[in-house]
């Protein structure tokens, strides 16, 4: 074999060799509507960029977070939890549904009420149970604690809190830390849109997690 063969040879050696290194990496290629384009993406609590974009990231369970600030208080999420294989190129898309609202750190960090609302929902004040339930869901005063979210949001939801209803179903659809359970989150979405009637934000809301429901149920 003359010289110039076995360089090329060499060459296309360490071409495929690297190929191979490349494609054990895993790849999510992550998309979203066009409304939501620009949303910063968070993976394993990790700022990496913005919708759309790929990702390449190590095989296991990835927590995607993606924010999208609306006024100085209030911004969008939508969290997801997904686990993937080394080589394996995933396409993820985050649909329009899903989207819950929260509130921006420096917000969060001016929350002083917390002990005076816990207080007040231990002594049965029900909206002061779904201040409780959100600040549980949400690190509003409190550390982050969706078990808590959980039990104070279902009493305050019990006891006919609209908004309650409301944040008990986002945290049933898109918490990481709770089974993620969409007939459950259906469900309370349809009492908040019975407890609260004219509320059109919540009837768009309902329309959306139902067709969501649906052509998942069907896909099974």
Not at 130 to 158: C, F, R
Not at 213 to 220: A, D
Request: aromatic share 8%; with cysteine; charged share 25%.
């Amino acid at each position: 074999m003359n010289l110039s063969k076995q360089l090329v040879l060499t060459l296309c050696a360490v071409v495929f060799s690297s190929g191979n290194l490349y494609a054990a990496d895993p790849v999510v290629r992550l998309t979203c509507e066009a409304k939501h384009t620009g949303a910063e993406v968070s993976v394993n609590g990790k700022f990496r960029g913005a919708c759309p974009l790929d990702l390449v990231v190590k095989e296991g369970t990835l927590k995607i977070a993606l924010t999208l600030p609306r006024t100085k208080e209030l911004q969008l999420e939508y969290r997801k939890q997904v686990r993937i294989g080394d080589g394996v190129v995933m396409r993820v898309h985050i649909p329009e549904a899903g989207w819950r609202r929260t509130y921006t750190e420096s917000y969060r960090a001016t929350i002083k009420d917390f002990p005076a609302n816990f207080a007040a929902a231990k002594g049965g004040d029900k909206l002061a149970m779904y201040k409780v339930g959100e600040a549980y869901a949400y690190g509003l005063g409190v550390a982050e604690d969706s078990q808590q979210a959980l039990i104070w949001l279902s009493k305050a939801a019990e006891a006919g809190v609209p908004a309650a209803m409301r944040s008990l179903a986002d945290l049933y659809e898109s918490s990481f830390d709770l089974p993620n359970d969409e007939e459950k989150s259906l469900a309370w979405t349809r009492r908040a849109v019975a407890a609260d009637p004219n509320n059109k934000l919540l009837q768009e809301l309902l329309q959306l997690r139902t067709e969501l429901f649906e052509l998942n149920t069907s896909n099974k």
